[in-house]
């Protein structure tokens, strides 16, 4: 793959001194992916307007709980808990459902059987290539 983006910098497709990030999915049975059924992973959405519309109060509290100590960054139900937010499964469905928070939940081949990912950061420069997350993955 790298030896391909390197041919479409040489064709000046792309401009030099690019930054990529390449995900990588190693599945190790039948080949689709499909999204699991248990949701563990949650995160607010950044783009939804700012609105004072939720269903109950319990909703309100834990997205006001979600904005002051997550922000965007991911989160999962265990450090909600941690947290003291112990009844949220329903005030988490209901904001789910409205779209201020998005749902991640775990990538499957089959059952039981998870999807493995890495991520690699790369710059192509003109004359060289730079794999800025070399580590013991790689």
Known sequence: MLSRLLGLLESKLINKYFLFIIFIYFIFNRG?????????????????????????DKCKNLFNHITKH??????CKKWLVEDGQESHALALKQLCDSGHI?????????????????????????????????????
């Open 70 to 75: 997550y922000s965007t960054l991911a989160f």
């Open 32 to 56: 689709y992916i499909y999204e699991d059924t248990d949701c563990s992973h949650y995160m607010k959405e950044y783009k939804f307007p700012v609105t004072n519309k939720f269903r109950s």
């Open 102 to 138: 998005n749902p991640y939940p775990p990538l499957s081949d089959s059952l039981g059987c998870y999807v493995a990912q890495f991520e690699h950061t790369v710059m192509l420069k003109p004359t060289s290539k730079e794999i800025f997350s070399r580590g013991d993955d790689y």
